[in-house]
Antibody, heavy 119, light 110 residues
Framework: QVQLVDSGGGLVKPGGSLRLSCAAS????????MSWIRQAPGKGLECISY????????NYADSVKGRFTISRDNARNSLFLQLNSLTVADTALYYC????????????WGQGALVTVSS | QSVLTQPPSASATPGQRVTISCSGS????????VNWYQQLPGTAPKLLIF???QRPSGVPDRFSGSQSGTSASLAISGLQSEDEADYFC???????????FGGGTKLTVL
């Protein structure tokens, strides 16, 4: 069965960095676009980045452009998100999700990795 | 501020039918399908409706979606207590070249 497992969250000071990982299993990882979606405490969902199946193209929301970097390792069935220059506003639960071509929907989600930015 | 607009809350009693609206623009809902997600308390969102009105395996047919122009709606019939959750609409946005979400609607089953 399809499974996405998020890891790497934690407490970091403003200006700090963190690297999130998402381990995928149960499907051919290299066939799918993948995405990171975040949810601030008590707030809605924000798609902050996605990457094409080969990794050749990436896209970022304005809120994280220039600070976050999405990448993938298809040989290791893994998705990554490098978070730099973190601010308090980046505090959120970060989900990896699989993006389908049909309807461009997120059909499977990880359990989320909590990133807390605080001094 | 979310790109898509949803009412922050909705409520109904068990057995009733409830609809949740989602309003967008010509660059998103006006050109692309709307997907709906259900988020139960303390859990990750789950895909509920995709590609106009398709349901993933396991989603009951009490849930249905519709879309017209730059608006969409989710309907839940025969409301049950376990439907109490947050519901999010989402669509691809051609101008932003990415997926945009609504702010979410908290459904309370009275």
């Amino acid at each position: 069965q399809v499974q996405l497992v998020d890891s790497g969250g934690g407490l970091v000071k403003p200006g700090g960095s963190l690297r999130l990982s998402c381990a995928a299993s149960g499907f051919t990882f290299s066939d799918y676009y993948m995405s990171w979606i975040r949810q601030a405490p008590g707030k809605g969902l924000e798609c902050i980045s996605y990457i094409t199946s080969s990794g050749s193209f990436t896209n970022y929301a304005d809120s994280v452009k220039g600070r976050f970097t999405i990448s993938r390792d298809n040989a290791r069935n893994s998705l990554f998100l490098q978070l730099n220059s973190l601010t308090v506003a980046d505090t959120a639960l970060y989900y990896c999700a699989r993006l389908t071509a049909v309807g461009r929907a997120f059909d499977y989600w990880g359990q989320g990795a909590l990133v807390t930015v605080s001094s | 501020q979310s790109v898509l607009t949803q009412p922050p809350s909705a409520s109904a009693t068990p057995g009733q039918r409830v609809t949740i609206s989602c309003s967008g623009s010509s660059s998103n809902i006006g050109r692309n399908t709307v997907n709906w997600y259900q988020q139960l308390p303390g859990t990750a969102p789950k895909l509920l409706i995709f590609s106009h009105n398709q349901r993933p395996s396991g989603v009951p047919d009490r849930f249905s979606g519709s879309q017209s122009g730059t608006s969409a709606s989710l309907a839940i019939s025969g409301l049950q207590s376990e439907d109490e959750a947050d519901y999010f609409c989402a669509s691809w946005d051609d101008s932003l070249n990415g997926v945009v979400f609504g702010g979410g609607t908290k459904l309370t089953v009275l």
